[in-house]
């Protein structure tokens, strides 16, 4: 079952302007959440996280929102580059070490 | 400091055979983490071994294995293949087993089960 889910499989966004990816959970367990970026023929690399205690983490130009009502964050790029073109992962988990639950991922193309 | 590497990096099977892929985690990690990655699916956790024992395990069916070593590298085993096999295996390693945040992945071995 998914656990975690990215609905949207691409999005595409001019550079210069906000990116909004966003990621839906059902497990009212998950505590800790945490958005991966993965470029082609690499692994995965750790972009930003956020426990429950907070409803947003800044990082830079990354900013991650919760909603943990509705069960849903959000990751925001501002501005958005070209070398964000990535996929992007949202990962929860009950608890940090827990085992992590993934979403599909959602492509980001960022032109020119 | 290198960087997680597996082998091999790609892999053609048929079904019914089995396979073992490696994990040399970055040097000092003790936590190896396995993920099995498929289109529309995202990354499913495979299992977690630390200081050669498996800590946590996901959702997969016996057929899918593996074992950690006292050099902390990490071997998965997939026997008795299936089509739908078919995926990107990554593996992970952190310090130790909290250590989400600075867990480090490796480009992955993509195996083809024809």
């Known amino acids: 079952d998914q656990q975690v889910k990215q609905n949207s499989p691409s999005l595409s966004v001019q550079e210069g302007r906000i990116s909004i990816l966003n990621c839906d959970y059902t497990n009212s367990m998950f505590d800790y959440f945490l958005w991966y970026k993965k470029y082609p023929a690499e692994g995965p690399t750790f972009l930003i996280s956020?426990?429950?205690?907070?409803d947003k983490n800044e990082d830079g130009r990354f900013t991650v929102f919760l909603n943990k009502s509705a069960k849903h964050l959000s990751l925001h790029i501002v501005p958005s580059q070209p070398g964000d073109s990535a996929v992007y992962f949202c990962?929860?988990?009950?608890?940090?070490?827990?085992?992590?639950?993934f979403g599909a991922g959602t492509r980001l193309t960022v032109k020119p | 400091k290198a960087g997680v590497t597996q082998t091999p990096r790609y892999l053609i099977k048929t079904r019914g055979q089995q396979v073992t892929l490696s994990c040399s985690p970055i040097?000092?990690?003790?936590?190896v983490s396995w993920y099995q990655q498929t289109p529309g699916q995202g990354l499913q956790f495979l299992f977690e071994?630390?200081?050669?024992?498996?800590?946590n395990k996901g959702n997969f069916p016996g057929r899918f294995s593996g074992r950690q070593f006292s050099n902390s590298r990490s071997e998965m085993n997939v026997s008795t293949l299936e089509l739908g096999d078919s995926a990107l295996y990554l593996c992970?390693?952190?310090?130790?087993?909290?250590?989400?945040?600075?867990?480090?992945f490796g480009p992955g071995t993509r195996l083809l089960v024809l």
């Open positions: 990962a929860a988990s009950a608890q940090l070490g827990d085992d992590m639950r």
């Open positions: 071994y630390f200081s050669e024992t498996q800590r």
């Open positions: 956020i426990s429950s205690i907070k």
């Open positions: 992970a390693s952190s310090l130790g087993i909290r250590d989400k945040e600075t867990q480090y």
């Open positions: 040097s000092g990690h003790r936590s």
